[in-house]
């Protein structure tokens, strides 16, 4: 994972609360990245971001919401509306195509 | 858009013997195709890359083959060792469109 943290590891949440996971980066890239991992599943695209101040919907992004304010943080909120938040998520970045991943953030909603 | 299948969903080999999971892809512009390694409750991991103008990249005991006629590509681990125990993704993408994931392989190395 190199120089990319999220934080918390585990994170738990009574259901209808909103939930932000943070992302930060060292490495100075621009392109970042956020998806959501079932069990026994691939990786889902919920939102990416190839710049500052903007951001783009992926597959799987009702219910999320994202914010790209500095270059090194790309913090992912999983709202109320998301009808079944608990999920592995994992934020990344990307260098000429290459993806790196973090260690990833496990959310589960009691 | 990109759909990309991935064979074996689970794969057991004996310790020492060679290991090949295979995907297949749809879109015949897609021009990168790496390979990730996840390890229980660990971000993927990626172990090795290749690029459509290539059809196989070594590095030690793994290989990547790619036949962008026949649009699939493989996995090749030599010589397995218990540490290679883990989840394999594939995964295919075109120019600056986004990465689409195969569903995983859970390599199992028994001793």
């Known amino acids: 994972d190199g120089g990319i943290t999220q934080s918390p590891k585990y994170l738990f949440r009574k259901e209808g609360q909103n939930v932000t996971l943070s992302c930060e980066q060292n490495?100075?890239?621009?392109?970042m990245y956020w998806y959501r991992q079932d069990p026994g599943q691939g990786l889902r695209l919920i939102y990416y971001?190839?710049?500052?101040?903007?951001?783009q919907k992926g597959d799987i992004a009702e219910g999320y919401s994202v914010s790209r304010e500095k270059k090194e943080s790309f913090p992912l909120t999983v709202t109320s509306a998301q009808k079944n938040p608990t999920a592995f998520y994992l934020c990344?970045?990307?260098?000429?195509?290459?993806?790196?991943f973090g260690p990833g953030t496990r959310l589960t909603v009691l | 858009g990109e759909n990309v299948e991935q064979h074996p969903s689970t794969l057991s080999v004996q310790e020492g013997d060679s290991a090949v999971i295979k995907c297949t892809y749809s879109?015949?512009?897609?021009?990168?195709f790496p390979w990730y390694k996840q390890e229980l409750g660990k971000g993927p991991q990626l172990i090795i890359d290749?690029?459509?103008?290539?059809g196989e990249k070594k590095d030690q005991r793994i290989a990547v083959t790619l036949n962008k006629t026949a649009k699939h590509f493989s996995l090749h681990i030599t010589e397995t060792q218990p540490e290679d125990s883990a989840v394999y993704f594939c995964?295919?993408?075109?120019?600056?469109?986004?990465?689409?994931f195969g569903q995983g392989t859970r390599l199992t190395i028994n001793p």
């Open positions: 990344a970045i990307e260098v000429y195509n290459e993806q790196f």
């Open positions: 490495l100075n890239h621009d392109a």
């Open positions: 971001s190839q710049i500052v101040n903007d951001f």
């Open positions: 879109d015949s512009a897609s021009n990168y």
């Open positions: 290749i690029r459509s103008n290539v």
């Open positions: 995964a295919a993408k075109q120019g600056a469109q986004k990465l689409v």
